[in-house]
């Protein structure tokens, strides 16, 4: 089972350009999730799409733009990355959003460097 | 705004011991606390989902416990062996999802 797949898994950055982060599921869940993690602070939420055709802010929004293609697809873009954006990004999955018993499943990362 | 916490942020045992993680939180208003591992260079895999109506939950060597009125969950690992090192994170389900920082386990052979 594939489960929740990003690519690319590795990439460096100069100021100023800008790239897209791709992520899909194979589990025809609803609810999509892109996060950032850095060193001590846990995941924070950037956007999220409880379902196809819709997308929301989430914690850290600023400088980023994310595209729900459809129910298997959910990009990020970095339109003019900036060394802040330098940090490892996961996409998720879930059946729903804020149930009781909704877990998230993960890919395994992007690693991105912006020099 | 919902805060989780975790302590410690680092924590080294030898094989064999039983231990726990701890997680707390500032709102009790949730839907749900899970636990997940993070092995390095890779995603979270999910461990254990503990509902708001529920006080545990178990899977094999690992038992979660939650106490909404406290703020507080632990995440019991019994006869820890070398392959439990990772790093174990909390989040909270409430208005949305809010991770813990995560406390990394070393269990030394």
């Known amino acids: 089972n594939a489960g929740v797949t990003q690519t690319p898994k590795f990439q460096v950055l100069k100021t100023g350009q800008s790239m897209t982060l791709q992520c899909a599921q194979d589990m025809n869940h609803n609810s999509m999730y892109w996060y950032r993690q850095d060193p001590g602070m846990g995941l924070r939420l950037i956007y999220y799409s409880a379902s196809e055709g819709t997308t929301d802010k989430g914690e850290v929004p600023n400088g980023y733009n994310v595209s729900r293609l459809n129910k298997r697809e959910f990009s990020l873009r970095l339109e003019s990355a900036a060394p802040s954006q330098t940090s490892v990004y996961f996409c998720a999955s879930s059946e729903m959003t804020r149930a009781t018993n909704e877990k998230l499943f993960f890919g395994s990362g992007t690693q991105l460097s912006v020099l | ?109």
């Open chain 2, 1 to 109: 705004k919902q805060e989780v916490t975790q302590i410690p942020a680092a924590l080294s045992v030898p094989e064999g011991e039983n231990l726990v993680l701890n997680c707390s939180f500032t709102d009790s208003a949730i839907y749900n606390l899970q636990w997940f591992r993070q092995d390095p260079g890779k995603g979270l895999t999910s461990l254990l989902l503990i509902q708001s109506s529920q006080r545990e939950q178990t899977s094999g060597r690992l038992n979660a416990s939650l106490d909404k009125s406290s703020g507080r969950s632990t995440l019991y690992i019994a006869a820890s062996q070398p392959g439990d090192s990772a790093t174990y994170l909390c989040a909270v389900v409430g208005n949305d999802m809010r991770f813990g920082a995560g406390t990394r386990l070393t269990v030394k052979p």
